[in-house]
Nanobody, 114 residues
Framework: QARFVESGGGLAQTGGSLRLSCEVSGISSNDRRMGWYRQAPGKERELVAQ???????TYADSVKGRFAISRDNAKNAVNLQMNGLKPEDTAVYYCNTPVIPREWGQGTQVTVSS
């Protein structure tokens, strides 16, 4: 059974940076598409970044050029480097497998102050 443990969130100022990490267990993150999602208060969960097995990455328009998703194959983990943070990036961030989403983890809260 897949399990995701997200970490690295916190409070940042506008323009600041945070690096999120998702430790994956129960499945190998290395041989499947992985994604980072976020859910802001009162809004639906949205996919913001995903990475293919071959390393190809795609991003939501709202984060393109500011966020970067990467793999840590040795740790069976997926990271999200977030730069140029904006208040609208405030949300709970989750990782999962976009093709067939599994049970969601607890997520990690990111709060960006203006």
């Amino acid at each position: 059974q897949a399990r995701f443990v997200e970490s690295g969130g916190g409070l940042a100022q506008t323009g600041g940076s945070l690096r999120l990490s998702c430790e994956v267990s129960g499945i190998s993150s290395n041989d499947r598409r992985m994604g980072w999602y976020r859910q802001a208060p009162g809004k639906e969960r949205e996919l913001v970044a995903q990475i293919e097995v071959n390393g190809y990455t795609t991003y939501a328009d709202s984060v393109k050029g500011r966020f970067a998703i990467s793999r840590d194959n040795a740790k069976n983990a997926v990271n999200l480097q977030m730069n140029g943070l904006k208040p609208e990036d405030t949300a709970v961030y989750y990782c999962n497998t976009p093709v067939i989403p599994r049970e969601w983890g607890q997520g990690t809260q990111v709060t960006v102050s203006s």
